[in-house]
């Protein structure tokens, strides 16, 4: 059972607004090892910040991009993720997965593309909440969750998981 959270979610609001987009093709997922920004040094997924006038799903696919220099095809809408941050603003994190992309990754000024086997996965370099939410994605789960950040610790995590995205959340 979570413990009562010390934020009132249903009137927090997120600073930022982000997305991430995970590649999972023949058994394998396309990580980044991130180079600059929020994160550097961490391995993740491709993505970052909405523009203004962007969809989430826009900009997974944009960032994907610009970091990796690929386009994912067909990205589904997998997760929201909910961060009260100690230190940095708030985010609100949209999850999208791909199993199919064009061209090839190509290591970028923000992103070195990293390929790992699904059962070797680098938690212990990522971010200590996607221990919590990534095996679902793996799994086909979708999900939501809402994480408290004491610097880099998460100090408090719910998870829901088997909820329903609407299906704009995808593209053909």
């Known amino acids: ?9 249903a ?5 930022i607004h982000a997305t991430l987009l995970f590649i999972i093709k023949d058994g394998e997922i396309l990580l980044i090892e991130k180079k600059r920004g929020l994160g550097a040094g961490k391995i993740n997924g491709p993505g ?4 203004p006038g962007e969809t989430p799903l826009e ?8 970091e990796l220099g690929i386009t994912a095809l067909r990205p589904v809408k997998y997760g929201e993720l909910h961060f009260a941050m100690s230190d940095i603003p708030d985010i609100l994190c949209h999850v999208f997965l791909a199993r199919d992309f ?12 990293l390929w ?8 212990d370099r990522m971010w200590k909440d996607d221990i919590h939410w ?5 799994d086909d789960r979708k999900f939501h969750g809402r994480f408290i950040f004491t610097g880099e610790d998460v100090v408090w995590q719910h998870m829901e998981h088997d909820v329903h ?3 704009s959340a995808a593209v053909p």
Do not use: F, N, Q
């Not at 059972?1 to 979610?9: H, K, N, R």
């Open 11 to 15: 009137s927090w609001r997120a600073e």
């Open 59 to 66: 900009c997974a696919v944009r960032e994907t991009r610009e």
């Open 116 to 123: 790992c086997r699904l059962a070797d996965i680098p938690y």
């Open 102 to 113: 064009t061209g090839h990754p190509v290591e970028t000024e923000e992103a070195k593309p």
């Open 134 to 138: 990534l095996p679902l994605l793996l």
């Open 1 to 9: 059972m979570t413990p009562p959270s010390p934020i009132d979610w």
């Open 48 to 51: 970052g910040k909405i523009d």
């Open 165 to 167: 995205w609407p299906s």
